[in-house]
């Protein structure tokens, strides 16, 4: 088993290292399992035409050595191979595959699945090849995605309905499970020093698999080996970019057997004296056991035309066999030459169930002008009938693209609106979150529709391309059709010198051809249409599903946004009555401080005129002469009185300062609180009018 992430990158000129070739034991199965095979649209269309360069290096280095492709399946970057044995191809049935894809809101295959599963000797097994999502943070991201593979494949046509239900499952590809905690200085120390069981424990599957029960399930040998991400191309030196991204174990092979439930009709009954009746009940016996050794687990530092290195498990599988004859035992009669035909006879080895799915090809020449005609005359109008479909669904692709941009210019006008906001309302709120959501939704989804009317405009230059072959030999066929008609009624009373004169001449007599290359002309040319015509029914299918899915995800987001912006606007205009309560208080006690303030004043002035009339006496019975100025009685009181009313005086105005101190206060108080509720009002014309109005003028019509 094989899996490499090949970053878009075209293969190397030999994989005899990466296959292990040169080993004395031969393998008996070849499972390839590759991420990020390059998918562009045009690409990706002439790879389903003509194959993909990785599958005819794996093809061309395989074949020649006695291996059958068995199957393959693809799905954009990911590509799974199978190869076997010619001696095993017998007993490889019920073979089947499937895809899921998880990038891109679950629209793109660039994350996902692929799987192949089939009957080896009677054991089920399947192969499923992954591609998780990046990034170190994404862990519980990428078993979500797992887990979400594992519950969507499902297979039609026998009892093992999903992955989980064959016997054997081997998981593999890049996963992308990264190293948590440790440092890039220590992670590349204990790589130099090949210390790998230091990083073990934060390796983050390891991590997964302890609280993961399905996790659990799967088992996978030590990690001996350099982590094989991230490389700088053509070079065995880890990622010395400016991100400089820690080594990680991305690409990894794990396996997983189904234990096989007790048989429900074991007599439990036995008796005392019977072992062997004893042994089968303690440990119920497997008629076929299946078990798996792991000979080799590491990565191949040879290779370095990706930024991750290969790597390969090399399983030994110790198996009984449910069946070891064939069930069709074709022979050849007699000699077989290319200028004759040639004969096949077959027989059944062993009763088996018939089935739709069985099938006897017989093959002849057929020289009949109008069995061609007519085949390519309907070839010629399903495929014409295609492109009209096709292009309706182009027409379909085109309007919802338009149809994206009037709900993306009101988010963006939403969003530059919003930051019109002051002071403590320009914050990122749901709102905003919302708002960024929805705009990152619809911009993926034109992203999407770009990509998709793409694929639609190849497929339907590719359909015309397939038609204009089509009209082109049907247009031979009529013209060859009428001369042989023509040639048909001629006689020796009706042809005249002028066409024997023609006939002379044998102006084509050096250019014909064979008539196994007439009929392999067109039958390539129907070959050709039918093979576009399925690829074009099969691109419309998957556009009809996503345009349905792309229209719901960008309507259920704009409920949400909608939903959002409601219960701001009610959070808001709820904060702004509660500050107006506020200010009405304020100004009502600022109005009792200024009452109060006057009255501690208008006190002042009163206890002046007093004051100057006790200190006016005080100061001219100051000027009385000898023996009479003495302390007397009213000396005494009015140097008490003058004490007291200053001593009042000085109360009061400290009052009077106090009070006016508390006054500004409050009058600043009564500033803030105005500014914040006029920040709310500008908050609240923002998202109740303009950024309601924008919202609600958008209708997402289905696409």
């Known amino acids: 088993m094989v899996t490499w992430n090949v970053a878009t990158a075209e293969p190397p000129d030999d994989i005899t290292s990466l296959l292990h070739l040169n080993s004395q034991k031969k393998a008996d199965l070849y499972v390839i399992g590759l991420q990020e095979v390059r998918a562009a649209p045009l690409k990706f269309v002439t790879d389903l035409a003509f194959g993909d360069s ?17 199957s393959s399946v693809r799905m954009q970057g990911l590509l799974l191979l199978l190869f076997s044995k010619l001696e095993h191809v017998p007993f490889l049935r019920d073979i089947r595959t499937t895809y899921t894809r998880t990038g891109i809101y679950g629209y793109w295959g660039n994350k996902g699945g692929v799987s192949i599963r089939f009957s080896l000797y009677g054991h089920s097994v399947c192969f499923l090849n992954c591609h998780l999502a990046a990034h170190i943070h994404n862990s519980t991201e990428r078993v979500e995605e797992f887990e979400h593979i594992l519950n969507s494949q499902t297979f039609e046509g026998n009892t093992t309905l999903s992955v989980l239900d064959h016997k054997l499952v081997f998981w593999f590809g890049d996963l992308n499970f ?26 983050q599957l390891t991590m997964m698999k302890k609280k993961i029960p ?28 400016g991100k400089k991204r820690k080594p990680a174990w991305c690409d990894r092979i794990l396996w997983r057997i189904n234990p096989k439930p007790p048989p429900e009709n074991v007599d439990k009954e036995h008796h005392d004296d019977g072992d062997e009746d004893q042994k089968q009940l303690e440990d119920p016996l497997d008629e076929f056991p299946l078990s798996v050794i792991q000979d080799t687990y590491t990565s191949n530092m040879e290779y370095s035309v990706s930024d991750h290195k290969p790597v390969t498990g090399i399983f030994t599988l110790e198996l009984r066999k449910m069946y070891k004859t064939p069930l069709v035992e074709v022979c050849a009669e007699g000699e077989w030459s290319a200028d004759l035909d040639a004969l096949v006879t077959y027989r059944t080895l062993e009763q088996f169930p018939s089935s739709a799915w069985d099938w006897i090809g017989l093959y002849k020449r057929l020289k009949d002008i109008k069995f061609w005609k007519q085949e390519l005359e309907q070839k010629l109008q399903e495929i014409v009938q295609e492109i009209d479909l096709l292009l309706t669904i182009k027409n379909r692709v085109e309007k919802a693209l338009g149809c ?16 019109s906001r002051v002071q403590i309302d320009l914050v990122y709120d749901d709102v905003e979150k919302e708002l960024l959501k929805e705009k990152d939704v619809i911009e993926g989804v034109t992203a999407l529709l770009r990509r998709i009317l793409e694929q639609i405009v190849e497929q339907i230059r590719l359909n015309r391309s397939a038609k204009y072959f089509l009209e082109k030999d049907l247009r031979d066929k009529f013209q060859a059709q009428n001369i ?13 010198a002028e066409m024997q004169a023609g006939a002379r001449q044998s102006p084509n007599e050096g250019v014909a051809v064979t008539p196994q290359e007439w009929e392999t002309f067109s039958s390539v040319n129907i070959d050709k249409a039918e093979k576009e015509r399925n690829n074009s029914a099969s691109l419309r299918m998957l556009v009809e599903n996503l345009l349905a899915q792309m229209t719901a995800d960008v309507r259920k987001q704009h409920q949400a946004t909608n939903s959002a912006l409601i219960l701001h606007i009610q959070e808001t205009r709820s904060a702004k ?27 002042v002035v ?9 200190q006016t006496r005080l100061t001219a019975r100051q000027q009385r002469p000898n023996m009479e100025l003495c ?39 009564q500033l803030l609180l105005e500014e914040e509720i006029q920040v709310k009002t500008n908050s609240l014309y923002i998202d109740e009018v303009i950024c309601t109005q924008l919202l609600q003028s958008i209708t997402i019509h289905d696409f």
């Open 631 to 669: 302390n007397d009685r009213a000396q005494s009181r009015l140097l008490a009185e003058v004490q007291q009313l200053t001593s009042t005086k000085s109360r009061l105005k400290e009052s009077s300062a106090e009070s006016e101190m508390e006054l500004r206060a409050l009058t600043k108080n």
């Open 484 to 496: 042989d008609d023509f040639c048909f009624l001629l006689s020796s009373t009706t042809a005249t």
């Open 214 to 241: 399905r996790l659990q399930q799967f088992e996978e040998g030590p990690l001996d080996f350099q982590p094989t991400y991230k490389f700088d191309l053509n070079s065995n030196e880890y990622d010395s970019s």
């Open 577 to 603: 009555t509660r500050l107006e309560d506020q200010l009405n208080k304020l100004l009502a006690e600022i109005a009792s401080q200024e009452q109060n303030l006057d009255a501690l004043k208008v006190a």
């Open 404 to 419: 994206c941009a009037e709900p993306l210019q009101a988010t963006l006008d939403c969003l530059n609106e919003r930051q």
């Open 606 to 614: 009163d206890k002046e005129g007093p004051l100057s009339v006790a």
């Open 178 to 203: 990264r190293i948590e905690d440790h440092g890039m200085h220590f992670i590349r120390n204990c790589i130099n020093s090949k210390n790998f069981n230091l990083l073990w424990s934060k390796d």
């Open 54 to 70: 990785w599958s005819c290096l794996f093809m061309n280095t395989l074949t020649s050595l006695g291996y059958i492709k068995v």
